[in-house]
Each structure stands twice: as structure tokens, then as C-alpha cells.
């Protein structure tokens, strides 16, 4: 859209001004921390700005990471997200 310009130019401006001034959304989670850091990378490298979130409750030895990115980039990366796992089931078949 008109807004891809802004986004590329402002990527580096978007990580110093965190969560609060903008809404954030779940596009992946996995209990496993590498594998919500590769996509948190794979999101990244396309251009959407994405964090880890971690839901791990101190008192429980089990929890799971989540993949957030802007709400309104999350049709985009919900795109990217399940491409890279389609992909993931293909190669181990």
C-alpha cells in the first residue's frame, strides 16, 4: 500500500518506540524459544517488525513464546508465518 515507504524508512525508528504506541498482535507462538526467535528473524527480514513476548509463568517449568507484530501488518504476516511452516512440513517429507 501508500504506507510501504514509511515503513521501510522507519524500521529502525519502530524499535525505540516499543509496544505502547502501537497495537500488537499474536501472529505465532511455540513452546519452544528458537523457533519463535527464527520467525520473530523471518518476519523481521520482510520487512514487518516483530518481537518476542514470553508467557512463561515463573512457577511452572512449562510456558510457550509468542511472535507479536502491529496489528495492522497482521494479514501480512500471518502470510509469512504459515508459508514458512507449509514449507517447513514440505522439506521434512
Given at each position: 500500500?501508500?504506507?510501504?515507504?514509511?515503513?521501510?524508512?522507519?524500521?529502525?525508528?519502530?524499535?525505540?518506540?516499543l509496544?505502547?504506541?502501537?497495537?500488537?498482535?499474536?501472529?505465532?507462538?511455540?513452546?519452544?524459544?528458537?523457533?519463535?526467535?527464527?520467525?520473530?528473524?523471518?518476519?523481521?527480514?520482510?520487512?514487518?517488525?516483530?518481537?518476542?513476548?514470553?508467557?512463561?509463568e515463573?512457577?511452572?517449568?512449562?510456558?510457550?513464546?509468542?511472535?507479536?507484530?502491529?496489528?495492522?501488518?497482521?494479514?501480512?504476516?500471518?502470510?509469512?508465518?504459515?508459508?514458512a511452516?507449509?514449507?517447513?512440513?514440505?522439506?521434512?517429507?
Amino acid at each position: 500500500g501508500p504506507d510501504q515507504a514509511q515503513v521501510k524508512n522507519g524500521t529502525h525508528k519502530l524499535k525505540l518506540l516499543l509496544p505502547q504506541t502501537m497495537t500488537w498482535t499474536r501472529v505465532y507462538s511455540s513452546p519452544q524459544q528458537h523457533l519463535t526467535a527464527l520467525m520473530v528473524d523471518l518476519l523481521v527480514n520482510n520487512g514487518i517488525e516483530a518481537v518476542i513476548v514470553s508467557k512463561r509463568e515463573s512457577m511452572y517449568p512449562i510456558g510457550f513464546y509468542e511472535a507479536h507484530v502491529p496489528a495492522c501488518k497482521l494479514k501480512e504476516a500471518t502470510a509469512i508465518v504459515e508459508a514458512a511452516i507449509n514449507e517447513a512440513i514440505l522439506d521434512k517429507s
